[in-house]
């Protein structure tokens, strides 16, 4: 039985830029040491000198030739997908 | 149940047209809006693509292979005439400004996309119950639900309202609600047909594939969106070649590890017909055992949700997407973004993989998951030199209950069970139908092949029939 915190759910939100409410915070705190519990059964599962598959048709890294390809969606077309932009630029809260 | 060829025919030779082929099928989306299969209907564009078809053929142009043909998207697949949702708040009010590769491969082709179908938020769930725009029912009963993640695609499939529709499959998301509905699906061989243009869940199993109710139909739909894209690296070269012809003899394996009292006793009867059926054309099945096939959805949900954690990063209020009010700082508007934005069951995930990706944890969970992952493949491997294809049922159980499994995750994970090995390893499976049980509702079996064997796979399901 994986046991975790409220510290620990705290921890992963954070990790994950999720700004909980209490109440999810909780409900999850269950779910999430159910889910662990269920997946630490792969732990007994002897993999002494097994390499790991990241990708299963055996490509590596696929390249292009480095030149400028044109784009047919305007810069006013992205612009206007978000949600608070002026003068060509996304505007943000203040970072500092 | 409607033939794409039917349509093409109709259409071709103008006994029908593009324009009525595509009203009709609105008016039964329209008529079937009770089982909330579609998020969306994109009628103005759909019509105006069927009159420019029409025009084509009245002034004897070459038309595609799919000519005035309707079909519906997931709607995780970036598509023109309304906004892109994933089922999700983050994503309501987005219109893409650009088209899957495969959606424009088949409007090539004269396909026609009428509409955008339900699915869990963001493709995370087995039964369309994580839509945050409600539940999509069952086409065979309106109490069970649809399947998922693909559920709308699958009902709009199974209640002819289009004869395909598209999905995603990451772990099961084409294949059980297939199942549940009583149509065909596949999940192709990993890199088949291009991922461009669609909602990115897990990068190392996503797979775009199709439902239809029929294995021909699925055989024309994905020769449409095989191959190459410069935009999508992981693609193969095309090597889909339909094929009617089916080896005489083959050799099937029944998994038997998906064939025990966990799994419920009528979808153990239907595939054991299933068997008889294959064994009637001819073919040996006999028992193979996976021993790993029991660890592959713990595998599976340390894999997926650590690529889902990473994948979903993008979402964050700052170029496109819901952005929370009033926040303050950057980090507000971050994380209050991202909590209104997704559903619970896309925090889980993302706090599942946030868990096994972070230092300390890394080894024991994220890594011995793929070195699991490459002993699982070799299983596979070992067990296609003896056998040509591999069988199991496609999910433990029938179509269950709306809100039954709702509240216990590692419940519902479950539906997976049997579908998740194909997707880690990356190889081709098409679910069957496969009969009734005694309340009426589909069951459908899993054929699983090698690598690139899709061709043959599906030649081997059409040949078997329908029901």
């Not at chain 1, 700004?19 to 662990?36: F, G, K, R, V």
């Not at chain 2, 592959?296 to 979402?315: F, H, Q």
Request: aromatic share 6%; charged share 20%.
């Amino acid at each position: 039985m994986s046991t975790i915190t409220t510290e620990d759910v705290r921890h992963l939100a954070q990790l994950s830029s999720l700004q909980l409410s209490d109440e999810e915070a909780q409900n999850l705190q269950t779910d999430l040491e159910n889910i662990l519990t269920y997946i630490d059964q792969l732990g007994t599962l002897d993999t002494t000198g097994v390499e790991p598959t990241y990708q299963v048709t055996g490509l590596e890294n696929v390249w292009r030739d480095d030149v400028v390809q044109a784009s047919d969606i305007s810069r006013d077309t992205l612009l206007a997908l978000a949600p608070d932009a002026t003068e060509n630029a996304v505007k943000v809260p203040k970072v500092l | 149940m409607t033939k794409i060829s039917d349509i093409v025919s109709r259409v071709t030779t103008q006994a029908s047209s593009a324009r009525a082929e595509v009203e009709a099928a609105l008016e039964r989306a329209q008529t079937a809006e009770e089982y909330h299969a579609l998020l969306s209907l994109t009628a103005e564009r759909a019509l105006q693509r069927a009159d420019q078809i029409d025009a084509q053929i009245t002034a004897g142009e070459k038309v595609g292979k799919l000519a005035g043909v309707p079909f519906v998207v997931k709607d995780n697949y970036l598509a023109f005439g309304a906004p892109t949702t994933a089922a999700s708040k983050m994503l309501e009010n987005f219109n893409a400004p650009l088209q899957a590769t495969v959606v424009e491969k088949l409007e090539a082709e004269g396909a026609i996309c009428i509409g955008k179908s339900n699915l869990d938020a963001f493709a995370h769930g087995g039964s369309t119950e994580n839509s945050a725009f409600g539940v999509t029912k069952n086409a065979f009963d309106q109490s069970k639900v649809a399947g998922g993640s693909s559920g709308g695609s699958a009902v709009v499939t199974a209640l002819d309202i289009v004869p395909f529709a598209l999905g995603s499959d990451t772990g099961g998301s084409i294949r059980q609600p297939a199942s549940f509905n009583g149509v065909f699906g596949i999940k192709p061989t990993y890199g088949m047909s291009s991922r461009y243009g669609v909602v990115a869940m897990a990068s190392s199993t996503d797979v775009m594939g199709c439902f239809a109710t029929s294995a021909d139909d699925i055989s024309l739909v994905m020769s449409i969106m095989a191959g190459r894209d410069d935009k999508d690296m992981t693609t193969l070269p095309d090597y889909f070649a339909p094929t009617s012809d089916v080896s005489s003899g083959l050799k099937i394996g029944i998994v038997k590890e998906t064939m025990n009292e966990d799994v419920d006793e009528d979808v153990r009867v239907a595939t054991n017909s299933y068997i008889e059926k294959l064994r009637a054309a001819g073919h040996t099945v006999t028992e193979a055992s996976m021993p790993l096939a029991p660890l592959a959805l713990a595998m599976y949900y340390i894999i997926v949700p650590a690529e889902v954690s990473s994948n979903l990063a993008r979402y964050d209020g700052v170029r496109f997407g819901r952005r929370a009010e009033g926040a303050m700082t950057l980090a507000e508007l971050y994380g209050r973004s991202r909590d209104e934005g997704f559903v619970t069951e896309n925090k889980r995930r993302i706090m599942i993989g946030s868990y096994v990706l972070s230092s300390g944890f890394f080894d024991a969970y994220y890594q011995q998951a793929q070195k699991a992952r490459t002993l699982l493949i070799n299983e596979f491997n070992d067990l296609f030199k003896e056998y040509d294809f591999l069988l199991s049922p496609t999910a433990p159980t029938a179509a269950f209950g709306i809100g039954e499994n709702t509240s216990d995750p590692v419940k519902m994970y479950l539906a997976d069970v049997m579908t998740v090995p194909a997707s880690l390893a990356g190889i081709p499976a098409i679910s069957v139908p496969a009969g009734f049980n005694d309340h009426h509702l589909p069951i459908g079996v899993q054929i699983m092949g090698p690598m690139k064997s899709d061709a043959a796979l599906i030649a081997l399901a059409a040949s078997i029939g329908e029901q």
